[in-house]
């Protein structure tokens, strides 16, 4: 059997635990059909997993019994935070589920000139989460990555970062910009339609260079993804030489 993974918040993870999640509880019982003494990673979003066994499954609840810590790491050293224009819902979930799956640290949702326009809302905010512990829990990662509110385009371009990147067809080549320069990282991608010609002399007032992903315009959706994992790999591409 696979390696059978789920999430606990940090500050509920004790020697014992009662699994009281209707989502989670359903999984254990009757998806994967475990039984007492099955054993479980436990993953608490912030670096640390350790292996439970069931020690009893009720109606409503599973109890779990701690063995062991099985792994521990820090949070990575350069953050890489995705900025992404409120798109359709399923567009929204595609990113966010692949860009977890490839190891961004963040996102920050906005709302720009040429973008679906939807309220910030509590319920919206915990679906999106909800997509992202999943894609945490399906790729083996320790660490959740955050997302808050949508912002308006000026508040998410006006973030300190070191590095600040956007996605456009007429940028420079990402391997040469990012090779100079060292740091956490934002990369934003436009809505569809790109940025308007005002957002970009924003981004340009705003510390933003642009990297060109491709020599075909690209949707959102596969400009966001392909960005970070170009990013990612940059990164532990560098690390890799570092450790040499």
Known sequence: MSKIRIYIEPESVKDSIEVRDKDTVHKIKDVLRLKSNDSVYVFDGEGREHIYKIYRIDKSKV????????????????????????????????????????????????????????????????????????????????????????????????????????????????REVLSKNTGDILVIAGPEGDFSPLEYRELEMSGFKLIKLSLYILRTETAAIFAVGLITQMITEKDTDDRR
């Open 63 to 174: 109890v779990l019994e701690k063995e062991r810590q099985e792994r521990q790491e820090p949070a990575v050293s350069k953050r890489v935070v995705l900025g992404f224009p409120v798109l359709r819902e399923e567009k929204i979930d595609f990113i966010l589920q692949k860009a977890t799956e490839l190891g961004v640290t963040g996102f920050l949702p906005f709302v720009s000139s040429r973008s679906l326009r939807i309220k910030p809302s509590v319920p919206k905010i915990k679906r999106w989460r909800k997509i992202i512990i999943e894609a945490v829990r399906q790729s083996g990662r320790l660490w959740i990555p955050e997302i808050g509110n949508i912002l308006e385009f000026g508040k998410v371009i006006r973030q300190e970062f070191p590095i600040k990147l956007a996605a456009s067809i007429d940028g420079d080549n990402p």
